[in-house]
């Protein structure tokens, strides 16, 4: 019989899961059949989510872990990855998503400003990519590391230049982590979200108008997306279907890739 081609039995790790995408992406791997650790800063909500969830008829009680992590933190990372080791015996795939935006004009972006955005965006991506990878290879039968980017990894725009560094960033480190990692069957992807409409989009509205980049709500949504060859923003679940293959054995032969997930909105 042919092996599964699916992510049933699979073990996850999804940072940043307690809202907007990462949480989708989790959500979408359970209803899959993975084992699936929901990890964020924000420990507090991140509990609350994984609550909800193993209270569904559907959610067997031992598919489902929550942790508290900073990415920015090493031994905070190595220890989500522990905890999802004793909780399911292994780690199969690491979704190193969490990511933080603070939109400032160019002329007055700050040294904490970038070095905010780039510590939890890049090397936070670093650390997961390092750690996860640790994991896989003592355990000896590969794995599948996958890196949230965006469309703004392939543009520039002046409101938020730390932010497209940092996603410029997580596609060097994709490529390179793809090439060294290779030798011990661990494949490491990614994908490149454009606009989805997400409590991290409303925070970062909020922020251009303070900035005065925007005059009203919805404005820079509007302007974003008025290119979008789909004709509307992406909701979270627009994402997953991508997600859930880069996370499956039917993505086995893809390495050092990012997927734009942008409805068409750069085409690269």
């Known amino acids: ?46 509990d609350e989510v994984a609550s909800e969830i193993r209270s569904r008829p559907n959610v067997p009680d031992d598919a489902v872990i929550s942790v508290g992590v900073d990415v920015r933190d090493r031994t905070r990372t190595q220890q989500m990855i522990e905890r999802t080791v004793d909780a399911f015996g292994r780690l199969d795939v690491m979704f190193n998503n969490a990511g933080v935006n603070k939109p400032m004009n160019f002329m007055d972006v700050t040294e904490e400003n970038w070095s905010f955005i780039m510590d939890v965006n890049g090397l936070g991506c670093l650390i997961g990519m390092q750690e996860a990878a640790r994991q896989m290879i003592a355990q000896g039968n590969g794995g ?51 606009v989805v409409a997400t409590e991290m989009w409303d925070e970062v509205d909020r922020d251009l108008m303070a900035i005065g980049a925007s ?14 060859l789909r004709g509307r923003v992406a909701r979270a679940e627009d994402i997953t279907g991508t997600t859930t293959f880069l996370a499956s054995r039917a993505s086995d032969y893809m390495t050092g890739q990012i ?10």
């Open 1 to 46: 019989m042919a092996e599964p081609r699916g992510v049933e039995g699979r073990v996850c790790i999804v940072t940043g899961a307690a809202r907007g995408i990462g949480r989708a992406i989790a959500e979408a791997l359970l209803d899959e059949g993975a084992k699936v650790c929901f990890a964020d800063q924000n420990a507090a909500r991140v």
């Open 144 to 194: 599948k590391i996958i890196n949230t980017a965006s469309v703004a990894s392939r543009q520039g725009f002046d409101n938020v230049a730390p932010y497209c560094a940092s996603k410029w960033a997580v596609v060097s480190l994709t490529q390179s982590a793809a090439r060294d990692l290779a030798k011990h069957d661990i494949t490491v992807t990614g994908f490149a979200p454009g």
């Open 215 to 228: 005059e009203k709500p919805g404005q820079a949504m509007q302007e974003f997306s008025a290119e979008i």
């Open 259 to 268: 997927v734009m997930i942008d409805g068409g909105m750069t085409l690269v």
